[in-house]
């Protein structure tokens, strides 16, 4: 019965972190269409989902500890919950993402309302889809157990590093051709670098995934080409 009630209570814990989850990539999709539509409506109501995000962070860290302390699990069991952990960090590090994206509109929206992307070269667009896409991937490998499509999560970090490469030089030789733009050009810069660093959660996620499936450390390891295959 007490084996019963402990299962019981990680998939209570799972349903906890992946309803956290849902309220990140929520906030991460929100943001990037109130940064490039200008929309100060959803700006604030992408501030409150995150934070519900951080409600949610410490309900979850609270019953893994809880449960590791009482429960002294082993295996399998324990990898799930240190992942959880470290899981529920990366989660809440996509709603902080997010709340930057959202502070970039509003900053732009007070100083310079007539600002917009569009005319701006580079691919926010698509890495703020390309981000979205990679997280909700690693959200289904966490709530399916899938290692595999974790894997292919890691394999799509390259293209993210590529567009983010490709729009923060584009960026910077657009200020310096049109000086004018330089406020909002920057702007771009900072929400470029925000979705890169909410694809890198999206992986840290995945690696955990494999970690609590398979046992296997892949931080470092070379394997989207493996991945991708």
């Known amino acids: 019965m007490p084996r019963i009630h402990f299962q019981q209570q990680l998939a209570m814990l799972k349903d906890k972190?992946?309803?956290m989850a849902a309220l990140s990539q929520q906030a991460l999709e929100l943001s990037v269409e109130a940064y490039l539509q200008r929309d100060a409506g959803l700006c604030t109501h992408v501030d409150d989902i995150e934070q519900a995000i951080?409600?949610?962070e410490r309900g979850v860290?609270?019953?893994a500890y809880e449960l590791l302390a009482k429960e002294q699990p082993m295996a399998m069991d324990l990898r799930f919950l240190m992942a959880v952990i470290k899981i529920n960090g990366d989660l809440e590090r996509v709603g902080d993402q997010a709340a930057a994206i959202v502070k970039r509109c509003?900053?732009?929206q007070k100083t310079n309302p007539d600002a917009g992307p569009e005319n701006l070269p580079g691919h926010l667009a698509a890495m703020g889809a390309l981000s979205v896409k990679m997280i909700r991937r690693a959200i289904r490998s966490l709530l399916e157990g899938d290692p595999v499509l974790a894997e292919k999560v890691l394999a799509m970090d390259d293209e993210m590093d590529r567009l983010n490469h490709e729009t923060q030089a584009a960026l910077r030789d657009e200020?310096?051709?049109r000086p004018e733009?330089?406020?909002?050009?920057?702007?771009s810069i900072i929400v470029a670098r925000n979705l890169e660093r909410s694809a890198d959660h999206a992986t840290?996620?995945?690696e955990d995934v494999i970690f609590w499936v398979r046992g296997s450390d892949v931080r470092h390891n070379d394997i989207a080409a493996a991945a991708a295959q």
């Open 17 to 19: 972190l992946l309803a």
């Open 54 to 56: 951080n409600a949610a």
């Open 61 to 63: 860290d609270e019953m």
């Open 106 to 108: 509003a900053e732009l």
């Open 175 to 177: 200020m310096a051709r």
């Open 181 to 187: 733009i330089t406020e909002n050009a920057l702007n």
């Open 204 to 206: 840290n996620i995945a």
